[in-house]
């Protein structure tokens, strides 16, 4: 099983509508999620960290399931500067090395 | 305010030769560094990080070096390239907290020919 897992997508979504995408992570004894958005020839950038109470910022929310391991982005309201690829990012250790990246999921926002 | 610098954008080299990237962070003192790459279409891949000025650990076993001269400064290196070294480079620092978030440089796109 990989360590982190998004679905690829790309997920074809008409602005305006409500979408959501999952992030499955393996090692139970992860301490920290972050969701990270990434624009074609782009760096990724940090969306928002993930809390275990589950957190929001504007349109987009995030959840932390620790029974079943899975983090969740979802967004409202989508906009077509949301298309992008979604990265998951998972500390599963203490040291520098702990960070795991998904291989992200592809939004494609449709006018 | 942090931020962090790298360059160059752009890079097109041809196979054989000598490749030098580099990473400087302002704003903040003894960060994590790293070099990750990016294959076209594919995930991020860890190829070193640094806790500190001369300490570097390296994740892939290849043909490329890092080194940390000093305490916001991280260098990529190879001595020859091959054409599978063609990739995005992204540079990324963080602090040495478990919840601190990676944040990275705007890349280099390097062709190897």
């Known amino acids: 099983r990989k360590e982190v897992e998004q679905d690829p997508g790309p997920f074809n979504v008409p602005e305006g509508a409500t979408v959501a995408f999952n992030c499955t992570y393996s090692?139970?004894?992860?301490?920290?999620f972050f969701w990270y958005r990434q624009d074609c020839r782009k760096e990724p950038k940090l969306l928002m960290s993930?809390?275990?109470s589950g957190n929001e910022d504007g349109r987009f929310t995030a959840q932390l399931n620790r029974a079943s391991q899975y983090i969740s982005l979802l967004i409202r309201d989508s906009k077509l500067s949301d298309s992008a690829t979604y990265l998951c990012?998972?500390?599963?250790?203490?040291?520098?090395?702990?960070?795991?990246f998904g291989k992200g999921t592809h939004l494609i926002i449709q006018p | 305010s942090q931020t962090i610098h790298q360059w160059p954008a752009t890079l097109v080299q041809p196979v054989g030769s000598p490749l030098s990237l580099e990473c400087t962070v302002e704003?903040?003192?003894?960060?994590?560094l790293y070099w990750y790459r990016q294959a076209a279409g594919r995930g991020l891949q860890l190829l070193f990080y640094?806790?500190?000025?001369?300490?570097i650990s390296s994740e892939v076993p290849q043909n490329l070096s890092a080194s940390r001269p000093q305490d916001r400064q991280f260098i990529l290196s190879s001595k020859k390239l091959l054409l599978s070294d063609s990739g995005f480079y992204l540079c990324?620092?963080?602090?040495?907290?478990?919840?601190?978030?990676?944040?990275f440089g705007n890349g280099t796109r390097l062709t190897v020919t």
């Open positions: 990324a620092w963080n602090r040495d907290k478990y919840n601190s978030p990676l944040h």
């Open positions: 090692n139970s004894a992860s301490q920290s």
């Open positions: 704003g903040t003192s003894n960060p994590n």
């Open positions: 993930v809390y275990s």
């Open positions: 640094s806790v500190g000025i001369g300490q």
């Open positions: 990012v998972v500390r599963s250790g203490g040291g520098a090395d702990g960070l795991t």
